[in-house]
């Protein structure tokens, strides 16, 4: 094996596994392209002492501290394919490269997919947010908008309620809301525009106002919606890890994936997308796979032992 672990995606989920193990002195790869689904988010919340730092910062911060650990070894490109060998696993890259380990992780994260609005691309993670624990406290306080339907748009209406009183919701078409909901909804004095949604007006991704479809603006200081999510990477289907609700990668409480020595952390594992659980799973994988190697070679020296009396 080349090295004993190779991490696939250098966000902060893998940084942080890497952190752990290149401290457990283990020879590390970390395969990146440099491409985190956060890339144009202005500002990162929420990770205690670090709370407003760009994506970015956080990212280089994290490979400068990781630069002192000697076994640590990053490579710029992109993984496009793995397989298991008879002893751990063996990473294909795009330029034609294959690297092997003994155990792989798999930080690959999501990739959102856009809806056809004109706007919508530009403003996500600007003025456009997925998350209230994110994002809220920016905009609390002033109009915001919602842009959801059914099930989604109450769950979403009833939690941003938390940070302003001054929402509406946008359902881009005919309702879907059940008759209780609308009501609670009401009380919550949340009114329901079903008329669709054409456009997003902005100004370097931050919106100046949503067009409708009968030619109406309206114009809140933000706009919370979710997107459909799929797999920035399909490594994990192609080394046989199950999969959970909405195409998540499963894995237990500590990152391992139904196929042992593989784990996985961060984004592409749950829907909770934030720095601090990304920045939290990777180190509890990092742990772990080190606990795995050391009881894998032990139980060598142990067989060894055995077979010399």
């Not at 994260?109 to 920016?138: K, N, T």
């Not at 919701?169 to 909901?181: E, H, I, M």
Request: aromatic content about 6%.
């Amino acid at each position: 094996m080349n090295y004993d672990v190779i991490i696939i995606g250098g966000s902060y989920a893998g940084l942080s596994a890497a952190l752990v193990l290149g401290r457990s002195l283990r020879r590390v790869l970390v395969i990146d392209a440099g491409k985190p689904c956060n890339r144009q988010t202005p500002h990162s919340h929420g990770f205690l002492t670090r709370d407003g730092e760009t994506p970015a910062q956080l990212a280089a911060i994290a490979r400068e501290q990781l630069s002192q650990y000697p076994t640590v070894t990053f490579v710029a490109t992109t993984a496009t394919g793995a397989n298991q060998l008879t002893d751990g696993f063996a990473v294909h890259t795009v330029g034609g490269e294959t690297y092997s380990a003994r155990r792989l992780i798999l930080a690959t994260g999501l990739i959102d997919v856009m809806p056809d609005i004109p706007g919508f691309a530009e403003c996500w993670g600007r003025s456009v947010l997925h998350c209230p624990y994110c994002h809220g406290y920016e905009v609390h306080g002033q109009p915001l908008g919602i842009l959801a339907n059914g099930e989604m748009a109450y769950e979403m209406a009833r939690l941003i309620q938390q940070w302003s009183r001054q929402l509406t919701l946008f359902t881009n078409g005919p309702s879907t809301l059940t008759d209780v909901q609308q009501q609670v909804l009401a009380q919550l004095a949340i009114p329901i525009v079903e008329t669709p949604l054409t456009a997003i007006e902005h100004t370097d991704g931050f919106l100046t106002a949503l067009v409708l479809a009968d030619g109406r603006r309206v114009s809140p200081a933000a706009m919370f919606a979710r997107v459909p999510l799929r797999q920035s990477s399909d490594i994990a289907q192609q080394l046989g890890c199950q999969l959970a609700e909405h195409n998540f990668v499963q894995v237990t409480e500590f990152g391992a994936t139904s196929v042992p020595g593989i784990f996985a952390a961060g984004d592409t594992t749950t829907m909770l997308r934030q720095v601090a659980n990304a920045v939290a799973g990777g180190a509890k994988a990092g742990a772990i796979v080190n606990g795995e190697l050391i009881a894998d070679d032990l139980r060598y020296l142990t067989h060894l032992a055995v077979a010399e009396r």
